[in-house]
């Protein structure tokens, strides 16, 4: 068996907050690698959640580095 | 301001494209059928708890039927991560992927997903999945519903793992699986009937291919698909752009006494593009009210497309979902952190999450309706049947009374928003379970008023026939009552209540069992002769009652379901007989303030 990784070990996306049990992709923002789920998920967290939120856009969930 | 322009060119003949859209979503009503008439269990073949979807070979959905909201929406999600977690790579023909884990984008724990990949010439060109919801997974009560406080309670997880490989059962997981719940022949019989359903899409897609040929089924996978995403796009551009908050709360998540919990949502709408915020929601409560990621963001499409006009025509596929992004913070409830619990966040917070987005949507729009009885009514069942002497878990969905709308009075006595599913038949209840329906009919004068008042509740009343009866439950608006819109005015509660054999008084749970919540509780235990009261709640009213045609007023009062009393004090209007009197219906209503009702 392969090592299992429960979900609390997985990163959320950094936009919409889904679970993210493979791939994404990594972006730096806020001076954090944050994974997203979609390019989609990229450009709302560019132009809306960031700009709205600050610091608080970037979910500890979703910081991979 | 168009901020994401859709450029995609429909190149497939548009009569074309018709016939091979319609035939997708035939086969996914022909697999309903299918799982109707070869299931187990009554919460498939009477209820109707079950979703069949089919998706390209992208993982994008492409076709649905129109089974339940709630699950639809989450397949967006909990497919595509399953195929990715197993990796499309790793699948073979006639395989079957088996997940059923609510941190993965499914809706919550008994909803049981299978999905088969569709191979044609070495490839994956599609994939047939079904949502169902399963009657019992293990856990602490029978039927999965009531007062949890994680997920290990609610009863036993699988993430994604294969359940057939090359056609054939993977026995060890069929194993693992009937024997952790308590019934264990009709859960074997229900997953036969999902994945079935499976192998009778896999067909019909064989059926289609041969016909058109794979060329011209993959152009018209993208091009339902973008037609879909177009529609979509231009119904949300005819929105006014700005942002639109609206608030909301549970009652409690029944762990915590009277302890409300708060959802927050916001509709952002800039061009053709909406963002459904939920940043400002309460943290993830104790119990099992919260939701997860695939039920809120299955809340935010549900919302959306009641929002629709009634003559839109737009097909539901991935294409509406790409024009809808979700902000759900994790840790909250509305996106549950593991191991925390989840199963009433589908079933009750979900209706609530899209009323208050439709509280949101009608600072635009008046097509917003007043909220609904936010409860699915869930209340398991379950013992040892003494007829049978084998152990059984019933789940019972009642109907409630819909919020008022602006073309006509909510409905009556129908599940939520987040389902279409059918109650149980009395006589298939009674002839399965060890229980009777003493009494079942709409509550009568328990309805939020308005010019379009909202629909009536019902009233039921159980009677067990054994010993040792386990009743848990799930239910909302025991305290909270559905809000009115636009004037009108809020519903009524649920009521919950139990009585001993000989007794005439009637106990709620709190006080006859010393639960945390009026309803939300697990394993109380009734007797032979005892009996259950379940009075669900009614919708909220739209607009001001005293606006209310008075010939409407008169087929209530005709129906028993108002008193000439309630005519004369909520709607101002005076009946003479078995008409109206207009004369003194007029002074009644010019004496509230010119048509107004304080």
């Given at each position: 068996?392969?090592?299992?990784?429960?979900?609390?070990?997985?990163?959320?996306?950094?936009?919409c907050?889904k679970?993210?049990?493979?791939?994404?992709?990594?972006?730096?923002?806020?001076?954090?690698?944050?994974?997203?789920c979609s390019e989609q998920c990229?450009r709302v967290?560019?132009?809306?959640?960031?700009?709205?939120?600050?610091?608080?856009?970037?979910?500890?969930?979703?910081?991979?580095? | 301001?168009t901020t994401t322009p859709t450029d995609k060119r429909i190149v497939t003949d548009p009569?074309l494209l018709e016939i091979i859209r319609n035939n997708l979503i035939?086969t996914c009503?022909?697999?309903?059928?299918?799982?109707?008439?070869?299931?187990?269990?009554?919460?498939?073949?009477?209820?109707?708890?079950?979703s069949c979807v089919v998706f390209d070979g992208r993982a994008e959905m492409i076709a649905q039927a129109p089974f339940?909201p709630?699950?639809i929406g989450s397949t967006v999600h909990v497919v595509p991560?399953?195929?990715?977690?197993?990796?499309?790579?790793?699948?073979?023909?006639?395989?079957?992927?088996?997940?059923?884990?609510?941190?993965?984008g499914?809706?919550?724990?008994?909803?049981?997903?299978?999905?088969?990949?569709?191979?044609?010439?070495?490839?994956?060109l599609a994939y047939?999945a079904?949502?169902?919801?399963?009657?019992?997974?293990?856990?602490?009560?029978?039927?999965?519903?009531?007062?949890?406080?994680?997920?290990?309670?609610?009863?036993?997880?699988?993430?994604?793992?294969?359940?057939?490989?090359?056609?054939?059962?993977?026995?060890?997981?069929?194993?693992?699986?009937?024997?952790?719940?308590?019934?264990?022949?009709?859960?074997?019989?229900?997953?036969?009937?999902?994945?079935?359903?499976?192998?009778?899409?896999?067909?019909?897609?064989?059926?289609?291919?041969?016909?058109?040929?794979?060329?011209t089924y993959e152009q018209c996978c993208e091009d339902i698909k973008n037609v879909s995403e177009r529609l979509m796009r231009a119904q949300i551009a005819s929105w006014?752009?700005?942002?639109?908050?609206?608030?909301?709360?549970?009652?409690?998540?029944?762990?915590?006494?009277?302890?409300?919990?708060?959802?927050?949502?916001?509709?952002?709408i800039r061009g053709d593009e909406l963002i459904v915020?939920?940043?400002?929601?309460?943290?993830?409560?104790?119990?099992?009210?919260?939701?997860?990621?695939?039920?809120?963001a299955s809340?935010a499409y549900n919302a959306v497309f009641h929002m629709l006009p009634?003559e839109s025509e737009i097909p539901y596929n991935h294409g509406c979902y790409r024009a809808i992004s979700v902000?759900?913070?994790?840790?909250?409830?509305?996106?549950?952190?593991?191991?925390?619990?989840?199963?009433?966040?589908?079933?009750?917070?979900?209706?609530?999450?899209?009323?208050?987005?439709?509280?949101?949507?009608?600072?635009?729009?008046?097509?917003?309706?007043?909220?609904?009885?936010?409860?699915?009514?869930?209340?398991?069942?379950?013992?040892?049947?003494?007829?049978?002497?084998?152990?059984?878990?019933?789940?019972?969905?009642?109907?409630?009374?819909?919020?008022?709308?602006?073309?006509?009075?909510?409905?009556?006595?129908?599940?939520?928003?987040?389902?279409?599913?059918?109650?149980?038949?009395?006589?298939?209840?009674?002839?399965?379970?060890?229980?009777?329906?003493?009494?079942?009919?709409?509550?009568?004068?328990?309805?939020?008023?308005?010019?379009?008042?909202?629909?009536?509740?019902?009233?039921?009343?159980?009677?067990?026939?054994?010993?040792?009866?386990?009743?848990?439950?799930?239910?909302?608006?025991?305290?909270?009552?559905?809000?009115?819109?636009?004037?009108?005015?809020?519903?009524?509660?649920?009521?919950?209540?139990?009585?001993?054999?000989?007794?005439?008084?009637?106990?709620?749970?709190?006080?006859?069992?010393?639960?945390?919540?009026?309803?939300?509780?697990?394993?109380?235990?009734?007797?032979?002769?005892?009996?259950?009261?379940?009075?669900?709640?009614?919708?909220?009213?739209?607009?001001?009652?005293?606006?209310?045609?008075?010939?409407?007023?008169?087929?209530?009062?005709?129906?028993?379901?108002?008193?000439?009393?309630?005519?004369?004090?909520?709607?101002?209007?005076?009946?003479?007989?078995?008409?109206?009197?207009?004369?003194?219906?007029?002074?009644?209503?010019?004496?509230?303030?010119?048509?107004?009702?304080?």
């Amino acid at each position: 068996m392969t090592l299992y990784r429960e979900v609390n070990e997985m990163p959320r996306c950094g936009s919409c907050g889904k679970l993210l049990t493979s791939g994404g992709i990594e972006a730096e923002r806020r001076g954090h690698a944050i994974l997203f789920c979609s390019e989609q998920c990229v450009r709302v967290f560019d132009t809306y959640k960031e700009p709205r939120y600050g610091d608080a856009a970037v979910w500890p969930e979703s910081i991979v580095r | 301001m168009t901020t994401t322009p859709t450029d995609k060119r429909i190149v497939t003949d548009p009569f074309l494209l018709e016939i091979i859209r319609n035939n997708l979503i035939t086969t996914c009503k022909e697999m309903g059928i299918a799982m109707m008439r070869t299931s187990y269990s009554p919460m498939f073949n009477e209820a109707l708890d079950f979703s069949c979807v089919v998706f390209d070979g992208r993982a994008e959905m492409i076709a649905q039927a129109p089974f339940i909201p709630a699950q639809i929406g989450s397949t967006v999600h909990v497919v595509p991560t399953a195929i990715a977690e197993i990796g499309a790579e790793n699948l073979s023909p006639g395989d079957v992927i088996f997940t059923n884990d609510p941190y993965r984008g499914n809706c919550h724990l008994p909803e049981f997903v299978v999905i088969k990949p569709y191979f044609r010439d070495g490839e994956i060109l599609a994939y047939t999945a079904n949502i169902a919801h399963m009657t019992d997974v293990g856990g602490m009560v029978p039927a999965a519903f009531g007062d949890h406080e994680n997920m290990f309670q609610e009863g036993i997880r699988f993430p994604p793992v294969k359940i057939y490989e090359a056609d054939r059962e993977v026995e060890a997981i069929f194993r693992i699986l009937i024997s952790n719940v308590r019934t264990p022949k009709a859960s074997y019989g229900d997953m036969k009937a999902m994945i079935g359903s499976l192998y009778l899409a896999e067909r019909r897609i064989d059926e289609l291919l041969d016909r058109y040929g794979r060329d011209t089924y993959e152009q018209c996978c993208e091009d339902i698909k973008n037609v879909s995403e177009r529609l979509m796009r231009a119904q949300i551009a005819s929105w006014p752009d700005g942002e639109y908050s609206a608030e909301g709360q549970l009652e409690d998540d029944g762990v915590v006494p009277d302890r409300p919990w708060k959802i927050k949502g916001t509709l952002v709408i800039r061009g053709d593009e909406l963002i459904v915020d939920f940043t400002g929601s309460d943290p993830q409560c104790f119990g099992p009210a919260n939701q997860t990621f695939g039920t809120t963001a299955s809340s935010a499409y549900n919302a959306v497309f009641h929002m629709l006009p009634s003559e839109s025509e737009i097909p539901y596929n991935h294409g509406c979902y790409r024009a809808i992004s979700v902000i759900a913070p994790p840790g909250s409830i509305v996106n549950v952190n593991y191991p925390g619990s989840s199963v009433g966040g589908n079933s009750d917070t979900h209706p609530t999450t899209v009323d208050i987005l439709l509280k949101a949507f009608s600072q635009i729009s008046e097509r917003s309706s007043a909220a609904d009885g936010g409860t699915c009514g869930c209340i398991g069942f379950g013992g040892d049947d003494p007829r049978t002497r084998e152990p059984y878990a019933h789940l019972h969905l009642e109907g409630v009374g819909w919020g008022g709308r602006n073309d006509g009075d909510g409905n009556d006595a129908q599940f939520v928003k987040n389902g279409n599913c059918a109650n149980t038949p009395i006589e298939v209840a009674e002839t399965r379970y060890p229980f009777l329906n003493i009494e079942y009919q709409l509550e009568p004068g328990k309805v939020g008023h308005g010019r379009h008042r909202g629909g009536f509740g019902t009233r039921r009343i159980f009677r067990f026939l054994s010993d040792g009866v386990h009743i848990s439950s799930h239910t909302n608006r025991h305290r909270e009552r559905a809000w009115g819109l636009f004037g009108g005015e809020a519903g009524t509660n649920t009521v919950i209540a139990f009585r001993r054999k000989g007794e005439t008084e009637w106990v709620r749970a709190r006080e006859a069992f010393g639960t945390a919540s009026y309803g939300k509780f697990s394993n109380v235990v009734m007797n032979a002769g005892d009996e259950m009261l379940f009075v669900t709640p009614s919708g909220g009213g739209y607009g001001n009652a005293f606006e209310r045609d008075p010939e409407l007023v008169l087929v209530d009062v005709a129906d028993e379901l108002l008193s000439a009393k309630d005519a004369r004090e909520s709607y101002g209007v005076a009946l003479d007989g078995n008409t109206v009197d207009l004369a003194e219906t007029a002074v009644l209503r010019s004496s509230a303030g010119g048509g107004g009702r304080s």
